[in-house]
């Protein structure tokens, strides 16, 4: 039912671009906050920006501020992520995710998409 699709990922070289997308669809992506996620070989994973559905408020990790931008449509339901001035360090497999949740009807659901590679490298 539920299936968040990541795409646009691959190799490009330093100082490049990519803009990924998430096709969401099987659940209300209006009222789910988007997320996008990335995890490094050995590393933990990472939050790597976050669009509230409400209002669209935005926050960023400070390590993709002012590279970075989340955007999303809600008429298309998906979600983008454009990145600009890549460095090898954004090297990882970068993840959608969607949280919804409600103290009234009682539920709290996490989806995730299976995730797509970014290769920053010379």
């Known amino acids: 039912q539920v299936q968040l699709v990541e795409s646009g990922g691959g190799l490009v070289q330093p100082g490049g671009s990519l803009r990924l997308s998430c096709a969401a669809s099987g659940f209300t992506f209006s009222t789910a906050d988007m997320s996008w996620y990335r995890q490094a070989p050995g590393k933990e994973r990472e939050l790597v920006a976050v669009?509230?559905?409400?209002?669209?408020?935005?926050n960023y990790a400070d390590s993709v501020k002012g590279r970075f931008t989340i955007s999303r449509d809600n008429a298309k339901n998906t979600v983008y992520l454009q990145m600009n001035s890549l460095k090898p360090e954004d090297t990882a497999v970068y993840f959608c995710n969607a949280h919804s949740s409600s103290v009234t009807f009682r539920y709290d659901l996490d989806y995730w998409g299976q995730g797509t590679q970014v290769t920053v490298s010379s």
């Open positions: 669009i509230s559905s409400a209002d669209s408020r935005i």
